[in-house]
């Protein structure tokens, strides 16, 4: 199985940009698609945006389309997201997740999950 670690969260002002990494380590990282996810308090777990397991197939929800980048480099196994034009309401603990299969939507689509990290946004 493959574990992951994510970092890279923290306070940032409105409109301001942070870099979210997920560190794989266990399993072939490039054998796996990977796919970033978010869950705000009381709320459900919601897609975020995905990989292809080489990096050439990017998917993002519409919330943050145009604001955020899927990238992952494979020699380091590890996968990021660069998040743009922050906004209050992605304020949530993010998490990356990884299926052997494809890109995934849903969170019953990915095997393997990291324990997040909190991204917070003021206004």
């Known amino acids: 199985q493959v574990q992951l670690v994510e970092s890279g969260g923290r306070l940032v002002q409105a409109g301001g940009s942070l870099r979210l990494s997920c560190a794989a380590s266990?399993?072939?990282?490039?054998?796996?698609?990977m796919g970033w996810f978010r869950q705000a308090p009381g709320k459900e777990r919601e897609f975020v945006g995905a990989?292809?397991?080489?990096?050439?197939?990017?998917y993002y929800a519409d919330s943050v389309k145009g604001r955020f980048t899927i990238s992952r480099d494979n020699a380091k196994n590890t996968g990021y997201l660069q998040m743009n034009n922050l906004k209050p309401e992605d304020t949530a603990v993010y998490y990356c997740?990884?299926?052997?299969?494809?890109?995934?939507?849903?969170?019953?689509?990915?095997?393997?999950w990291g324990q997040g990290t909190q991204v917070t946004v003021s206004s």
């Open positions: 997740a990884a299926n052997s299969l494809t890109i995934a939507y849903t969170v019953a689509g990915y095997d393997y």
């Open positions: 266990g399993r072939t990282f490039s054998n796996y698609a």
């Open positions: 990989i292809s397991r080489g990096g050439t197939s990017t």
